[in-house]
């Protein structure tokens, strides 16, 4: 019997099958969420936040994951710090090791006391950096390396700092567009060997170093990137996304991904979605 090579190779249109595995969060209420300094594009003081909806769109955010099966602790918020909601920046916590964030901005230093706590009360000593970090807003895991971003927010000394503390190899990414400040606004991880990334928020070298690396990466357009689109968080199979990115909704069914889209809007308002409120505490 002779066999047809065309079968053998992935067949346009073929989706691979994906794999959930059960995930553990941490998140913040955004019950003092405000906009009232600007630290970054997205942020406009003088537009009104209605803080309540805010808190129902987060409580739904949290329902989201607690219906896919996963585990969500909880850090009290604390009045005067309206940015707390943005959990992702609070550290990284992966190979059994934490690192805790040290803010950009004096209005968010406070947030890193907090988280600081909720890793001694688990079992992490925080390790603090020299330099600037802010969590996993520039820190993502896939698999078993680090992708770090800088340019705006996260010192490139950082990643060195946090990638021998944690015993993991890192790869730095060049972010060149204001709008997209943390490497969590412009590169979503969706298993432990698939990102989805926006190009231009990347200078052409780690552009370049994102192709090597992910050939198979799916690139998402404007449109969804400047809603946020890739402020994501996957569990290997559901992806977890801003409702208004939906192109790149329906390029992640293509791919085998199950997406869930949830309305975040008012957290639009500080430039977070999903990602930016949630961290995930690899053990
Ligand atoms: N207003 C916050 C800031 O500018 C938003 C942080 C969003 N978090 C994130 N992981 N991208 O610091």
Same mark, same amino acid.
């Given at each position: 019997m002779t066999m047809d090579i065309a079968a053998t190779e992935p067949r346009a249109g073929f989706a691979p099958i994906r794999t959930a595995r059960p995930r553990r969060y941490l998140m913040t209420a955004p019950? *003092?969420? /405000?906009?009232?300094?600007?630290?970054?594009?997205?942020?406009?003081?003088?537009s009104p936040v209605d803080t309540a909806r805010a808190v129902t769109q987060w409580e739904t955010l949290r329902q989201t994951y607690l219906a896919l099966g996963h585990s969500v602790e909880v850090i009290d918020p604390i009045p005067?710090?309206?940015?707390?909601?943005?959990?992702?920046?609070?550290g990284t916590v992966v190979n059994g090791r934490a690192a805790v964030a040290r803010f950009a901005h004096a209005e968010r230093a406070g947030e890193a006391v907090a988280y600081a706590d909720w890793m001694r009360r688990n079992g992490y000593e925080p390790f603090e950096t020299r330099h600037v970090n802010e969590g996993q807003g520039d820190f993502l895991t896939v698999g078993d390396v680090l992708l770090a971003g800088y340019? *705006?927010? /996260?010192?490139?000394?950082?990643h060195d700092e946090v990638a021998a503390h944690v015993g993991l190899p890192v790869a730095s990414l060049q972010l060149v567009d204001p709008r997209f400040y943390h490497l969590d606004t412009a590169l979503a991880v969706l298993d432990d060997a698939t990102v989805a990334y926006?190009?231009?928020?990347?200078s052409e070298e780690s552009r370049a170093a994102l192709a090597r690396m992910f050939p198979g990466a799916i690139q998402v357009a404007s449109a969804d990137a400047y809603v946020l689109g890739l402020n994501v968080v996957s569990d290997g199979l559901n992806v977890v996304l801003p409702a208004a990115a939906t192109g790149f909704a329906e390029e992640l069914t293509r791919a085998g991904f199950r997406p869930v889209g949830v309305d975040l809007s008012e957290l639009l308002k500080g430039g977070g979605s999903v990602k930016c409120c949630t961290l995930e505490v690899f053990s």
């Open positions: 019950t *003092f969420f /405000t906009v009232e300094y600007v630290i970054n594009p997205w942020m406009d003081a003088s005067g710090l309206p940015d707390m909601v943005y959990a992702a920046n609070g340019g *705006f927010r /996260t010192d490139r000394r950082a926006y190009p231009p928020a990347f």
